[in-house]
């Protein structure tokens, strides 16, 4: 299928996990797909995975960086002459106990997981402004819902996306542009390599599925928020979680 054909698309982070998946589903629909990433060797890397589904470029990014954000903004839209979508997915997690948090820790979650999305978001914009439409799908979590241990600065950061997207949403609706929240749940991503292949974790049983959750069924809910089929949808969260969030079941209960 091709119905993203034409369409320009950005995903942040896109050198792995999710994002190189987001990169695949759009690339597979016709999109020229953006892999934005730090990480310059893995974005070229992904981009020849990315080529074998369709059309993929790259550009080194810092997300925490406006000057480097509004760079890629630039660049983007003079190579291409449009922006159409943005996935804000670019995500780092710092897990340690509260009080081991140092200013630093707390810092550079907040000015990636929050901040990032923002100055991305802020940079493009005006080209989607420019176009009449776009789509922001930003790349939240299970825990922008609950608390998780260990985590402060991270749920905290993820908390504020889910405020942000909504704000964006009134903010940039009269500019024809939707502006939604993915929120995954435990994901076999680099990020959580240790644990998705230790025998003895459990994360994925833990949920009504019954199974960890792959960077696919992530894309395929990014894909959908991309479509011209969701323009009814904005400032809305779309947990991708196997359940986890909105299920829970006592000892005994599923005997
Ligand atoms: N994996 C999970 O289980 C899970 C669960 C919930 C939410 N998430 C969220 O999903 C998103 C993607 O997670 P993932 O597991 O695919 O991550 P990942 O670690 O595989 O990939 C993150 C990418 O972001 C890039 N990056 C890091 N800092 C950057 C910066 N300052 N500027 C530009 N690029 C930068 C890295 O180079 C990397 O390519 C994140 O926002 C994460 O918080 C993941």
């Known amino acids: 299928m091709n119905r993203l054909n034409g369409k320009v698309a950005i995903v942040t982070g896109g050198a792995s996990g999710i994002g190189k998946a987001m ?8 999109a020229n797909v953006v892999v934005a990433d730090i990480d310059e060797g893995k974005a070229q890397a992904a981009v020849v995975e990315i080529a074998a589904h369709g059309k993929a470029t790259s550009i080194r990014v810092d997300v925490t960086d406006s000057a480097s954000t509004n760079a890629m903004a630039r660049d983007i839209h003079k190579q291409f002459g449009r922006i159409d979508i943005l996935a804000n997915n670019v995500g ?11 200013d630093a820790d707390w810092n550079v979650m907040i000015a ?9 978001a802020r940079a493009v914009v ?17 825990a922008s819902f609950v608390g998780r241990p260990n985590r402060v600065a991270y749920v905290s950061a993820k908390a504020g996306l889910l405020g942000m997207t909504r704000a964006m949403a009134i903010d940039l609706g009269g500019m024809g542009i939707t502006v939604n929240a993915l929120a995954p749940g435990s994901i076999n991503s680099p990020m959580n390599a240790s644990q998705a292949t230790d025998e003895e974790n459990n994360w994925g049983k833990e949920t009504p599925v019954g199974r960890w959750g ?24 779309l947990k991708v979680d196997g359940g986890w969030v909105s299920t829970k079941a006592r000892a005994g209960e599923l005997d």
């Open 214 to 237: 792959t960077p696919e069924d992530i894309a395929n809910a990014a894909l959908f928020l991309a479509l011209d089929e969701s323009s009814y949808i904005t400032g809305a969260e």
């Open 23 to 30: 990169c695949v589903a759009f690339a597979r629909e016709g």
């Open 112 to 120: 990636t997981n929050l901040t990032g999305p923002f100055l991305c």
């Open 92 to 102: 780092v997690r710092i897990v340690k106990p509260f009080l081991d948090h140092s």
């Open 126 to 142: 005006p080209f989607m402004k420019q176009g009449g439409s776009g789509r922001i799908i930003n790349t939240a979590s299970i």
